[in-house]
């Protein structure tokens, strides 16, 4: 099975393997010989990009390094799901030619809609996910 290149973001590590996105906290696999098995995770590349935007969408500016760290890791984010696809799911030789085949989703934006996000941190977000809710207000 090949694998992608490794990135690495605030002690994770990440690479594309078997058409998922796979995780390793580098802090919970540091102990001990052996990692525990809830310092490993995969998810879908599509879920994993949705985390890195939401990383770099709440990064803010204010912060320079973080804003550019979070930019970082959205490009890694986009090579490691690139590589995910390219590879295809292990069970099914034909997932690319349909996820190509796929349609592409939409989004409304509409002026003065605001995003809120559960998750705090960037590392916590990237690890479980989020989910952002759009709140529009008059």
Known sequence: MVE????????LEFWAQGG????LDLEKASVGSQ??????STTTPREWIKRAIAVRDFAGDDVPSEARQAR?????????VKAALQQGDISNPRVLSDIIKMP???????PGMKKRIKHKSPRQTLLEGVEVVSEFRL
């Not at 990692?35 to 490993?40: K, L, M």
């Not at 970082?72 to 490691?80: G, I, M, N, P, Q």
């Open 4 to 11: 992608s290149a490794h990135y690495t973001f605030k002690n």
């Open 20 to 23: 998922q996105i796979h995780i």
């Open 35 to 40: 990692p525990p098995p809830e310092a490993y």
């Open 72 to 80: 970082r890791l959205l490009e890694e984010a986009h090579e490691t």
């Open 104 to 110: 592409k989703k939409t989004s409304l934006l509409i």
